[in-house]
């Protein structure tokens, strides 16, 4: 989570911004402790994958065995915070998702655009050639009834 200060006078601070990186870890208990998860037990047990609990983010690297889910699999879910300071201020928090031009160049939309243009064109010729190769079929056929 990414937090500013507003003032140093006042206490408080503000979430400006904030980012999550999913994780897969088949947890384990220390000492192979089988938690049945409706005890407390479980809330205060260290876990045996987590060897940074407390001192630093847990890394990819650090994953020693991903979770399959298989049916009736005890999964154990947990999170970790990490508190940034930010220059970023409350009113600017918008900022970073409201203007793209970091992160998608202006030649990208131009052709989006144009491949727009280009089907609904495509797709309108097709149409019309049907409709005019249907309307001689019938224009044919009601002049060779009034020749009869």
């Not at 989006?112 to 495509?122: D, E, G, K």
Request: with cysteine; aromatic share 14%; net charge negative.
């Amino acid at each position: 989570l990414d937090f500013h200060q507003p003032n140093q006078e006042k206490e408080g601070y503000r979430v400006v911004g904030f980012a999550v990186e999913p994780m897969s870890i088949k947890h384990q208990y220390l000492n192979n402790f089988v938690w049945d998860g409706a005890s407390t037990d479980g809330f205060t047990k260290p876990l045996q994958t987590c060897p940074l609990a407390g001192e630093g983010h847990l890394e990819k690297e650090y994953i020693a065995q991903a979770q399959i889910v298989e049916p009736f699999e005890t999964i154990l879910y947990t999170y970790e915070v990490t508190w940034n300071e930010s220059p970023v201020k409350w009113a600017s928090r918008w900022d970073v998702y409201l203007t793209e031009d970091h992160l998608i160049p202006a030649q990208v939309h131009w052709y989006s655009i144009a491949n727009s243009i280009f089907i609904v064109l495509f797709l309108s010729i097709l149409i019309a050639s049907i409709l005019v190769r249907n309307l001689r079929r019938d224009i044919a056929g009601y002049n060779a009834l009034s020749t009869m």
